[in-house]
């Protein structure tokens, strides 16, 4: 990881763009990122709606630069429509994200279609393809954030979305994420009615080198923020342990018992620069501390 520390978010919430006064509504919500939803939550006949709803709630948002909209797949008429609709709009979301992809160049042309209209967004992934994880060390240089799409990579596998499923896609997207610098997001859960399944996904993903996760439903967010926002405690400790390694001239410290030495030293500028950012994009509330 390379470059300064890139401001990612912790939560996603997805809407879909079926109602601008559900749209906005999400607004009140605490995620990071609010997400409108063009693809698979809209029926293919209501999508030209759903992107006049999404240009009404673009100009509604009080933060568009924390918003992301959810396209088509490219190669699909209505993946054309998306993107004149966003160039065309007067305000643009912070962030796109992609489906179906299988090639780095997708996100290239994409890129390079919304930069002809002066819009320059975020490009995020949603990896849901055997394509996208064969070549996700290319993909994930080429993007500014990957989003496991458990749903779909699932279906293509033919097999049921589990965590042993899904982990050889999690370890590859980690990799790729750290090697790249680029957010990493993990997929949203399907099994609503059981709360300590999200809870038990969000700490080993986070355990994973994961930073955020994805929600179809407001009421998950209180546990993914709890877990994969910023902690003081943790910041101190990083704070501290990059303090101790400076002080012992970049060798090895002891630090409560326990030897930290360059690596570590590393780690925790990392984790601070990283937590910063977040705060300074996405905190409204102090929680970064």
């Known amino acids: ?157 033919g097999v049921e979305i589990t965590w042993e499923a899904m982990l050889a896609a999690r370890q590859a997207m980690a990799l790729a994420c750290a090697r790249h610098g680029t957010a990493c997001i993990d997929t949203a859960n399907f099994r609503l009615a059981e709360p300590a399944v999200l809870a038990q996904e969000t700490a080993r993903v986070r355990a994973l080198g994961f930073h955020g996760k994805a929600t179809v439903h407001p009421s998950e967010l209180d546990e993914i923020n709890r877990v994969l926002r910023p902690q003081v405690d943790d910041l101190r400790l990083a704070r501290r342990v990059a303090e101790a390694v400076r002080a012992a001239n970049g060798g090895i410290a002891v630090l409560d018992g326990n030897m930290v030495g360059p690596p570590f030293a590393r780690m925790a500028r990392a984790t601070v620069a990283r937590e910063d950012a977040w705060a300074a994009r996405f905190d409204t509330g102090g929680a970064a501390g």
């Open 1 to 157: 990881m390379t470059g300064a520390a890139r401001a990612i978010p912790r939560s996603i919430l997805y809407t879909p763009a079926l109602s601008l006064d559900r749209v906005v509504k999400a607004w009140s919500y605490d995620a990071d990122v609010h997400l409108i939803d063009l693809e698979d939550s809209v029926p293919a006949a209501e999508k030209p709606a759903a992107r006049t709803v999404c240009r009404a709630a673009l100009e509604k948002a009080p933060r568009p630069e924390n918003v992301a909209v959810r396209i088509n797949q490219l190669g699909s008429v209505a993946a054309v429509q998306d993107l004149v609709a966003l160039t065309e709009s007067p305000v643009r979301p912070g962030i796109v994200m992609m489906t179906m992809v299988t090639s780095a160049a997708e996100v290239a042309l994409v890129r390079q279609i919304l930069a002809s209209a002066e819009a320059h967004p975020e490009i995020y992934v949603t990896v849901e393809t055997v394509e996208a994880v064969a070549e996700i060390d290319a993909i994930a240089g080429a993007s500014d954030g990957l989003v496991l799409g458990s749903a779909d990579l699932a279906a293509t596998l």
